[in-house]
């Protein structure tokens, strides 16, 4: 028997249960999705867009704010990055299952938002290394080049002779020097003499060897290989000297000779770049390749827009942004032919998408081959959505040049230098055009280096910098936490860079990364 308090409360009915506090963001008013920071529930009221969510959601992935015919375009950040592939309803979930890519005009109107950049009343500054005719380091290495992958092996026994984690005793004398690095490749022979693919190598190798970051640098090759190191040299306006020295294997007489020579010829190098000091310089000096890998459905709402608040930083102080990765602008380049300064930048970086048109179609591939699986399972859906996030790390500033792989850049600003997407082949461009720092957004946790440049990584989300912040160098997840604006954590991130360009170390270059990841872009037929 129920005593009549307790039969009167089970004739009352149930308390409806509480309902989940979730949380969304609107990128744009024109958007037609919106995007989840929470796991979405089926049947959760979400009130800022009046609806109910229909199925499941993962956190950083887009659900539909309104019903979408099928061969609709989809748009997010106000632009569209897909079109319906079948019937979606308010409530659902966007992503693979129904939204493809599709062709759309684009409305180049080259320069049509270029516009003034303001400047730094008073020139940041910070701790660099400037060498004789002017340049400016960030670290000082001494650097181990190969011609050909033949000569691969010997060049890393060199700088394993070198390695402090191993032979502490060898750089103890040398405190000014960083290390001892070997930057190694799987080309060199057999391919066209004459072509473009030979050419895009050796100007990747002559970017390095005069290097600011590089003290002095040995280049070794086996000695019967196509890209034979006079003409590479003699290519990029090089010469034997005291920073720069060459041999090969053959001439030298075998492997156990020629590591015993690498050795002495750096151990000659070492008590020369051992005199640097370093000095106050402006951030004028300081050139940033941008890069973004591992990407997820925040890169674009987090890291980057905060990259692209500490480059608008940069340039306002005189310093240069490299952004590149072609295939991952594609789709989004008419954002950036509108911030050309002339008409004639902008027809330059559309003159490099119609190259890749072209290139991928001639291999039977595609443009649209992005994303990754890791940055669909994050999120992200087709290319068009992956760009228009990347283009965020590039600020807001003028577009004041476009250069090929690997081309010493010259400009100050803004610029872009066409690469693939795959980030060691990207980066490797930009430190080979002159990058002294690389910074690097990830949403799913990449491990990456870029020696003898730093790469400063940033992590898109907070539940990433709490899993991985052994490689993170800041968490931009406080965006999405409403903890830190955009502008707040930007001009944060500048200042860090210029305290890692004047030597505090990234956390990639405590675990020791950079030297694997040296990766040439190859474009040859191998015969």
Same mark, same amino acid.
Request: net charge negative; glycine share 10%; aromatic share 4%.
């Given at each position: 028997m129920y005593s009549p308090t307790e039969e009167q409360a089970l004739k009352q009915p149930a308390e409806p249960p509480a309902r989940p506090h979730v949380r969304v963001i609107r990128l744009h008013p024109d958007d037609d999705v919106v995007i989840s920071l929470d796991q979405l529930m089926s049947g959760t009221h979400i009130a800022s867009e009046g609806v109910d969510v229909a199925g499941l959601v993962p956190p950083g992935h887009k659900m539909a704010t309104r019903a979408i015919e099928p061969g609709q375009a989809v748009r997010r950040y106000g632009q569209?990055?897909? *079109?319906?592939?079948?019937? &979606?309803?308010?409530?659902?979930?966007?992503?693979?299952?129904n939204l493809a890519m599709g062709d759309f005009t684009r409305d180049y109107a080259y320069g049509a938002d270029s516009k003034s950049s303001p400047k730094a009343a008073e020139p940041a500054t910070f701790q660099g290394i400037v060498r004789e005719d002017g340049r400016v380091a960030t670290r000082n290495y001494i650097?181990?080049?190969?011609?050909? /992958?033949?000569?691969?092996?010997?060049?890393? %026994?060199?700088?394993?002779?070198?390695?402090? +984690?191993i032979h502490p005793e060898m750089l103890a004398d040398y405190p000014n020097v960083d290390g001892v690095v070997a930057l190694t490749h799987g080309a060199g022979c057999a391919v066209d003499p004459d072509g473009e693919g030979l050419a895009i190598l050796q100007r990747t190798l002559g970017g390095y060897a005069c290097h600011p970051n590089f003290a002095s640098v040995l280049v070794i090759g086996l000695g019967c290989e196509t890209n034979q190191i006079p003409k590479l040299l003699a290519?990029?306006?090089? #010469?034997?000297?005291?920073?720069?020295?060459? *041999?090969?294997?053959?001439?030298?007489? @075998?492997?156990?000779?020629?590591?015993?020579?690498? &050795?002495?010829?750096?151990?000659? $190098?070492?008590p020369e770049a051992n005199k640097v000091q370093r000095e106050t310089v402006p951030a004028s000096h300081l050139v940033i390749g941008l890069q973004c890998g591992g990407s997820d459905g925040y890169s674009g709402i987090s890291a980057n827009p905060v990259?692209?608040?500490?480059?608008?930083?940069?340039? %306002?102080?005189? @310093?240069?942004a490299i952004l590149s990765e072609t295939p991952e602008i594609y789709g989004a380049e008419h954002l950036l032919t509108r911030r050309a300064q002339t008409p004639e930048i902008g027809h330059k970086l559309i003159a490099r998408i119609r190259w890749w048109e072209e290139y991928c179609g001639r291999n039977g591939a595609a443009m649209d081959n992005n994303p990754s699986a890791g940055n669909k399972a994050g999120g992200l859906t087709t290319v068009l959505e992956k760009s228009l996030g990347g283009i965020a790390k590039a600020g807001s500033t003028n577009l004041v040049d476009v250069y090929e792989y690997a081309q010493p850049v010259k400009a100050h600003g803004l610029v872009f230098m066409d690469t693939p997407g795959y980030d060691?082949? #990207? %980066?490797? @461009?930009?430190?080979a055009g002159g990058a002294n720092l690389i910074c690097f957004t990830t949403g799913r946790g990449s491990a990456y280096g870029c020696a003898p440049s730093p790469s400063f990584k940033l992590a898109t989300n907070t539940a990433l910098w709490e899993r991985?912040? +052994? +490689? $993170?160098?800041? /968490?931009?997840?406080?965006?999405?936490?409403?903890?830190?604006?955009?502008?707040?954590?930007?001009?944060?991130?500048?200042? $860090?860079?210029?305290?890692?360009?004047s030597g505090q170390p990234s956390r990639s270059e405590l675990h020791g990364y950079g030297q694997q990841e040296f990766v040439p872009w190859q474009i040859s037929v191998i015969t």
């Open positions: 569209i990055i897909g *079109f319906a592939s079948q019937p &979606i309803r308010a409530g659902q979930h966007v992503h693979t299952h650097g181990i080049l190969t011609s050909v /992958n033949c000569s691969a092996t010997v060049a890393r %026994a060199i700088a394993d002779h070198f390695r402090r +984690d290519t990029q306006g090089l #010469s034997d000297s005291a920073r720069l020295r060459s *041999f090969t294997i053959q001439d030298t007489g @075998g492997t156990t000779r020629t590591i015993a020579h690498g &050795i002495e010829q750096i151990k000659a $190098m070492l990259l692209g608040a500490a480059v608008d930083l940069l340039v %306002a102080h005189g @310093g240069t060691p082949i #990207s %980066a490797t @461009g930009q430190v991985q912040s +052994d +490689d $993170m160098d800041l /968490n931009c997840g406080e965006v999405l936490d409403g903890t830190r604006s955009i502008q707040e954590l930007g001009a944060r991130l500048f200042r $860090m860079l210029l305290d890692t360009a």
